[in-house]
């Protein structure tokens, strides 16, 4: 069935890098009809900056701008971790197989020729916007616990490294909580393994929606998860962390038909530049103090000596 005119993919963002006003007016009129949004830029480096900023679904880049020639783009843009998945479509008015070729090289999904067949021009960039959605995804997919929808192991190393090496340059706190639900095993022992996949769940549905939009939460493996928490002390983190160890104390969880009470033990370390610049032996400090915790009694947060 072909699609009312107006719907396209809804609400999708393309950014149209033009030096060319009367083509960018061409191409921001078919696009606006087929219910995308509009960006534009007249120069690479305006693009770049929007780019950063917006993300984009997908981007018509034209060959010649008024800074760079559309390859040279293309290939920063590729060397980029952010900007790499974002679609490109180069929009070039040369007809030689070989500058095709140069193009699709440096990494466009796709070319229009000048000026764009209205048609083609929404079914090229139709097709760019579905595999950035596509890209998303499995992006999404290989940086997410299957289970409970948080953050793995590897994503967690990669995020901490990044907030060490910001510790590391501005001089700033940071402090990491490793969380333990307190005799798991008996949950799944008891209630058997689907109520402890859904307790697991809950469990991090809750510390996450209580945790600010700039701290990190991972599933850090089996019943334990990790908090990184930016710009904090570790005495305003073991404030935080205490009060998420009541509330969770004083929740219940599992099914309504039994509900049942838990309790999670907490350790807690910090960056302190002249002691360790190692997001390593930052968990390693948590860790330690978190078996402490255990020792001790459990429902508990400990702080690394």
Not at 213 to 223: K, L, N, P, S
Not at 268 to 275: E, G, I, K, M, P
Request: charge should be neutral; charged fraction near 30%.
């Amino acid at each position: 069935m072909e699609r009312d005119k107006g719907q396209g993919e809804q609400g999708k963002l393309v950014l149209v890098i033009e030096d060319s006003a009367a083509q960018r007016a061409l191409l921001r009129r078919s696009l606006s009809e087929a219910g995308y949004r509009v960006l534009e830029a007249q120069s690479a480096a305006a693009a770049q900056r929007k780019a950063l900023h917006l993300s984009p679904d997908a981007v018509l880049l034209g060959w010649e701008l008024r800074d760079a020639e559309g390859p040279d783009v293309l290939r920063r843009w590729k060397a980029h971790p952010e900007m790499q998945w974002i679609p490109v479509l180069m929009l070039t008015s040369h007809r030689d197989p070989a500058k095709i070729h140069e193009a699709l090289e440096c990494g466009a999904v796709d070319y229009l020729h000048k000026p764009p067949d209205e048609l083609e021009l929404r079914a090229r960039i139709g097709n760019a916007v579905r595999i950035k959605a596509l890209h998303d995804e499995l992006r999404r997919l290989a940086s997410r616990d299957p289970l409970t929808g948080l953050l793995n192991r590897r994503v967690l190393m990669d995020r901490l490294n990044d907030e060490v090496a910001r510790c590391r340059r501005y001089g700033r706190d940071l402090s990491l909580a490793i969380v333990d639900i307190d005799h798991f095993k008996r949950v799944n022992d008891t209630h058997g393994h689907d109520v402890g996949d859904l307790v697991l769940t809950q469990v991090a549905n809750y510390l996450a929606h209580r945790l600010r939009e700039v701290d990190t939460i991972a599933r850090y493996g089996g019943e334990e998860f990790v908090l990184v928490l930016p710009e904090t002390a570790i005495a305003t983190a073991r404030l935080a962390v205490e009060r998420l160890r009541i509330g969770t104390a004083d929740e219940r969880w599992g099914k309504p038909s039994a509900p049942m009470q838990l309790t999670f033990s907490a350790g807690l370390s910090c960056f302190v530049a002249a002691l360790t610049t190692d997001p390593n032996s930052i968990l390693k400090l948590a860790d330690i103090a978190l078996y402490r915790a255990k020792h001790e009694g459990r429902n508990r947060v400990e702080c690394a000596e």
